[in-house]
């Protein structure tokens, strides 16, 4: 069934097709349109699920980690300050090792108080052992919520999928909903090996002494590594059971590129339109989208970018002191490599601020322009 939506709205639909139990919510805008709808959905029957409604976006976690200790499926969401809140308890989420499922409408950081699009919210929780989605489109989304939880059930970690602010989270797009049959034989219910039960009693995540805390971490990091091959293999699986797959990094227009495009959310839909109009002028520029963050599938990138003669990162965050998240990760992957090109990092959209065609065309035309950066950073229509 095909039925026009917002983002917001394909996130609380793809929690229904994946039949989550427990969704303890706190509202904060963008995102609260999500819950708002998951809390009908369980009022009038539609999803046979337990609404907590909760005190704070820290409660909000703390209760998703208490349900799915228990062995339920669950699902919470948030932005930007609830983020930030929830901060010391995605620590706990991730070393208990509980498949919890969080979508996050990137919002900016205040102050200055905002309620527009940036992903600085979602990165400053890279190192918390979550894995990271970030998605382009309405459909990508609803489909990447029950992937999420399958990649999550099946590495034992927990899984955040990550959509833009207005752009997509207040914007209409047509979305397949697939038949409620098909995604439960993609995703059964679940089956958790180890849990809170009162049948069997346990103790979980106690004091841990310095001889066995750093094996503990070791085997999140495995989990980690694993998570890319499981993330690959759950979106080529999804591909077969409903004709739409996304890989872990997508490739366009790649094939004779010599300047590459890095891009991930919705800029990448606009630098697909650009690069279109580049083609057709001639200039062999190509695309790169970033849909996994967490973990980082380097060896996808590396692959991607091996015969690019220029790259350019463009990235929608700042790591204060540093530059582009998304540039230092894609430096950090191709620093091995005994050939590797220049990498430019741009910044813009901070805030919410529009990225236009113009603006990527303003980014092409300033690496055409160089052989190597000249800085670190490169900051794009920031009034000076």
Not at 151 to 161: D, K, N, R, Y
Request: net charge negative.
């Amino acid at each position: 069934m095909e039925k026009v939506m917002i983002g917001n709205h394909a996130v609380s639909y793809g929690v229904k097709l994946a039949r989550a139990q427990v969704i303890p919510a706190y509202p904060i805008t963008p995102q609260t349109q999500i819950v708002e709808m998951l809390s009908e959905m369980c009022a009038n029957g539609e999803l046979d699920a337990r609404f907590i409604k909760v005190e704070s976006e820290h409660s909000a976690m703390a209760a998703s980690i208490g349900a799915s200790s228990t062995g339920a499926r669950a699902f919470t969401a948030t932005s930007s300050q609830g983020l930030a809140l929830m901060h010391e308890v995605l620590h706990w989420a991730s070393g208990a090792r509980l498949p919890i499922v969080l979508a996050n409408v990137n919002r900016a950081m205040g102050p200055g108080w905002s309620v527009w699009t940036e992903q600085t919210d979602s990165l400053a929780q890279r190192d918390t052992g979550w894995l990271q989605i970030y998605c382009e489109s309405n459909q990508e989304v609803l489909d990447t919520v029950i992937q999420a939880f399958k990649i999550a059930e099946q590495v034992l970690l927990p899984t955040m999928l990550v959509l833009d602010a207005f752009v997509l989270s207040h914007t209409s797009e047509a979305v397949d909903i697939p038949e409620q049959v098909d995604v439960d034989a993609f995703l059964p219910p679940r089956q958790a090996e180890y849990k809170l039960d009162v049948e069997d009693p346990h103790s979980f995540s106690g004091l841990v002494a310095p001889e066995h805390y750093m094996e503990l971490r070791y085997k999140i990091q495995r989990a980690m590594e694993d998570a890319i091959e499981v993330a690959r293999r759950v979106d080529e699986e999804f591909g077969q059971a409903f004709g739409r797959s996304y890989g872990l990094v997508e490739k366009y227009r790649m094939d004779d590129a010599e300047l590459v495009l890095v891009t991930s959310s919705t800029i990448t839909s606009t630098s697909r339109t650009v690069i279109d109009e580049l083609r057709e002028q001639g200039r062999r520029v190509g695309l790169l989208k970033v849909r996994l963050f967490r973990p980082f599938p380097a060896e996808d990138i590396r692959e991607a970018l091996c015969n690019a003669r220029k790259v350019a990162v463009i990235d929608r965050n700042i790591s204060f002191g540093h530059g582009g998240i998304f540039a230092a990760e894609i430096k950090s992957a191709l620093y091995n490599d005994s050939i590797h090109p220049p990498v430019f990092g741009f910044i813009i959209g901070l805030g919410g601020r529009d990225v236009t065609p113009a603006s990527i065309h303003k980014i092409v035309d300033y690496v055409d322009s160089r052989e190597t950066p000249t800085e670190e950073i490169t900051w794009m229509e920031v009034k000076r």
